[in-house]
């Protein structure tokens, strides 16, 4: 049988030893999409479903030498980022992914936890938008991350988030940092019939997931779900490493968001169906498209 040839996939982020985020996680989802996965780990912590209560930032030669390792070696489609822990690390990610010409970035700021553990030093997050953001393709956040993101580029935060416009605008200032697309997840905000943030949903209210690509603003619209008020560890993760598979297979960035938007909605719809048990949205992953083949995958290597 002719072998097939693999896209691959770099993560660049933390370590989750309970399997459910970080590299751990995207390694799963690449792998249910069929994609090569390669990870760089920036962070050691030890964590599981209930929270986090160590963090161990690797050093940023060790980063930067994992990152050569993988990318002069073999061919990388996507780059995937998530855990940057402190500034030096996001200086040499930045400067080496350029050295590379690395085009497909696709980020998640992981910035504080769905346990509400801070993941990494406010410096990270202005080294991030400073050096990173200019080469972003897709950025991935939800509406608190954004805001804190917004925060450190401006010094503060120009308005009070009150409706979907203010959203909106909040989206805005994050492409000018430099991002192509932008996805900002919403399942935690609610509205009212007149796109106004409420602090007390009812029955009738609402949350949006939007989408930018620099012209348009794509908004996708559900019932607001108590369950899905609170993150489930290991979401927004599995969110962007579907996005990165997505691109790496070839398809355009719009595309490959809605895809990874619909598998994340399958995902967590399987965990209401399985509430007994502990919430992997990674894990179910690979019930939504199994990557079983015989098949010989192989991956191109650089000459
Ligand atoms: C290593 C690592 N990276 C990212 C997250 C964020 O995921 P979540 O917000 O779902 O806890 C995490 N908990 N651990």
């Known amino acids: 049988m002719k072998p097939l040839q693999s896209p691959a996939c770099l993560s660049i982020a933390g370590s ?4 459910s985020a970080g590299i751990q996680a995207d390694l799963k989802v690449m792998q249910a999409h069929g994609v090569y996965g390669m990870s760089v780990l920036t962070a ?10 160590g963090i161990y930032a690797v ?15 073999i061919e990388c489609d996507t780059v995937k980022i998530g855990m940057l822990p402190d500034s030096k690390s996001v200086v040499r990610i930045a400067e080496t992914l350029q050295r590379h010409h690395i ?9 504080i936890s769905s346990s509400g553990h801070v993941m990494c030093e406010g410096t990270a997050i202005s080294a991030t938008i400073k050096f990173l953001f200019p080469h972003v393709l897709v950025y991935s956040s939800n509406v608190m991350e954004a805001y804190v993101l917004v925060q450190r580029t401006l010094g503060h935060c120009p308005f009070t988030l009150r409706s979907l416009e203010d959203i909106k605008n909040l ?5 000018k940092a430099g991002p192509s697309y932008i996805v900002l997840s919403g399942h935690h905000v609610a509205y009212n019939d007149n796109f106004e943030i409420t602090s007390l949903p009812t029955t009738n209210s609402f949350t949006v997931d939007l989408i930018f690509d620099g012209e348009n603003f794509y908004a996708f619209q559900k019932p607001y779900d108590l369950r899905h008020s609170v993150a489930v560890h290991g979401t927004s993760c599995s969110m962007t490493a579907a996005i990165a598979s997505n691109i790496a297979l070839g398809k355009h960035p719009l595309e490959a968001i809605q895809k990874a938007m619909q598998s994340i909605e399958c995902a967590l719809l399987n965990i209401q169906e399985e509430s007994s048990s502990i919430s992997r949205t990674a894990q179910l992953f690979s019930k939504l498209k199994p ?7 192989t991956t191109r290597l650089k000459s």
Do not use: W
Not at 59 to 73: N, Y
Not at 171 to 175: A, K, L
Not at 291 to 297: G, K, R, V
């Open 103 to 111: 085009k497909n970035i696709v980020m998640d700021s992981v910035i």
């Open 16 to 19: 989750d030893c309970s399997g």
């Open 171 to 175: 989206i805005m200032i994050i492409h």
């Open 59 to 73: 050093h940023p030669i060790l980063i930067q030498r994992q990152l050569d390792a993988c990318l002069s070696d």
């Open 44 to 53: 050691l912590t030890s964590q599981n479903s209930k929270g986090i209560d």
């Open 291 to 297: 990557s079983s083949s015989n098949q010989t995958i």
